[in-house]
């Protein structure tokens, strides 16, 4: 590695490997053989390529902002961070796209177009952190993904390192490219097809007006109700998210924003934008709508500032929680948004059979839910039992017709549960995909898919299947 790189940017020291034993879901560490930090493409390519020779597994990541373990090291593997790669090359308001090495910021895009009256829509709750590259890889989505679309919807192009060491262009300069869709095969594959070294990406017009309502409600039902009804009275809004009293709490608590009601069973914060007569129409109808499914009070802010405070406790609502509780474990799972009401009852009953507190904070827009199980992990054997919590919520959602992720991913966490979705046709079509770019297997292994030797659940499951009548192993 120190032939192709920058000796200073390889990383080996024991001490200094700690730094990059896991990303943010901090349940599950391993240090990385080695951590190298290129620059360039070519450095990325040389990187892999030596990967590639000596058969190595090596595992990319950006900002480490990760929850599901996508970017969690392998004993005996490189991990190449793309952190240092964080120039923005090209900014053509004209033709809306921006061209951006993997480890600019979410935020630095709207930075950059912010005085042209453009923004980049994808937002995760991280977006002052997380990378773009991270965000390509796990297609994540945030407050504005119900309108505006998640990541893949606004990857125009992609420069690739494949885990051969090949440079590849995939995509083109217009949304509509003929051929196969290849940007929308690599964004969300989590890094088990290669590192992406530049991304074009579409940028939007920034609306004429903005408007923010806060509604308080005294049952949790009566908000998730809500938000179906906006949905099936055509209203779009750019943002609809849901917390409960818990994450209320925990927020004031924490980043005293003096807006949520501490009494409010949950609040319901829409975002609606637009013209500003068409915006002001549809504030009345979420008004009405609201009210109608027992809304106590309702805020309402166009003043850029007073957005901003509304918005400001959703935004700290991870780390509010974090503070509160020695530990927590986040779940992403999604349901269509007529089922809210349901799911979120079948949560409060999971956790008083369990006795472990769930906070819920979810982007109700799009029925991706983020459940916050509470628990401490210095106590032995809790981190087994809230993962167990963790999985049967995201069997309930798969029950009510949903999935096992919105914008996490699938990473080392959820592998276990992809056969609660997938049949196994499905999977061997999706490994096909990966041994095209991948045959060597060598590109973030033992990552999405389950496997028994990674897997007990999954080893379990194949056990049962070749031996139907045996009961236990």
């Known amino acids: 590695m120190e032939a192709v790189i920058d000796p200073n940017n390889v990383i080996r020291r024991k001490e200094e490997l700690l730094v990059y034993e896991c990303d943010g879901l901090t349940s599950y560490k391993q240090r990385p053989a080695v951590v190298v930090l290129p620059r360039t493409t070519e450095e990325v390519a040389a990187a892999v390529k030596v990967c590639d020779r000596h058969n190595i597994p090596f595992v990319a990541r950006g900002a480490g902002t990760g929850l599901s373990g996508g970017a969690l090291p392998l004993e005996n593997s490189v991990l190449i961070v793309t ?40 937002d ?31 990857v125009l192009a992609l420069k690739i390192v494949t885990p051969d060491g090949s440079i590849v262009d995939i995509g083109g300069p217009v949304p509509e490219m003929p051929g196969y869709d290849l ?31 806060l509604a308080d409600f005294t049952s949790i039902e009566a908000a998730g109700q809500s938000v179906s009804d906006i949905i099936s009275a055509g209203i779009i809004p ?8 818990f994450s209320i709490n925990a927020v004031e608590d924490v980043v005293s924003t003096n807006c949520y009601p501490r009494d409010a069973t949950a609040i319901l914060l829409v975002e609606l934008d637009g013209l500003e007569v068409e915006v002001a129409a549809a504030s009345e109808k979420v008004e009405a709508i609201c009210r109608k499914n027992g809304a106590r009070q309702i805020q309402s802010a166009t003043d850029p500032q007073e957005r901003l405070a509304l918005w400001k406790g959703r935004k700290a609502a ?12 986040v779940q992403d799972g999604v349901v269509p948004r007529s089922k809210l009401p349901e799911i979120l009852e079948e949560i409060e009953a999971l956790s008083q059979r369990s006795g472990y507190r769930i906070a819920n904070v979810f982007h109700a827009g799009d029925g991706n839910l983020h459940p916050l199980i509470l628990y401490n992990n210095a106590v032995p054997g809790e981190l087994e039992k809230v993962e167990e919590v963790g999985g049967e919520i995201l069997k ?64 379990r499951a194949q056990a049962q299947k070749e031996f139907p009548n045996t009961e236990r192993f």
């Open 83 to 122: 952190a240092m790669m964080k120039q923005i090359l090209d900014v053509d308001l004209e033709n809306q796209r921006v061209v951006v090495q993997p480890g600019v910021i979410n935020n630095w895009v709207t930075q950059a177009v912010s005085g042209g009256g453009f923004f980049y829509a994808p």
């Open 124 to 154: 995760p709750s991280s977006q002052i952190i997380c990378s773009i590259g991270g965000n390509v890889a796990e297609n994540s989505g945030g407050v504005h993904c119900l309108k505006y679309g998640v990541t893949t919807n606004h």
């Open 183 to 213: 940007p929308g095969i690599f964004v969300g594959s989590e890094g088990t097809l290669g590192l992406a070294t530049e991304v074009t990406l579409r940028i939007v017009k920034t609306p004429d007006v903005i408007r923010v309502l």
């Open 238 to 245: 750019g943002g609809m998210e849901i917390m409960d009293n």
């Open 318 to 329: 991870f780390a509010a929680v974090g503070k509160i509780s020695p530990d927590y474990y």
């Open 396 to 459: 309930l959602c798969v029950k009510k017709g949903g999935t096992i992720s919105g914008e996490h991913g699938i990473g080392a966490d959820k592998r276990c549960y992809m056969p609660e979705l997938f049949n196994e046709t499905d999977l061997e079509t999706m490994l096909w995909v990966r041994d095209v770019f991948d045959p060597k297997r060598v590109a973030n292994p033992d990552k999405i898919f389950p496997t028994p030797k990674t897997c007990g659940e999954a080893a």
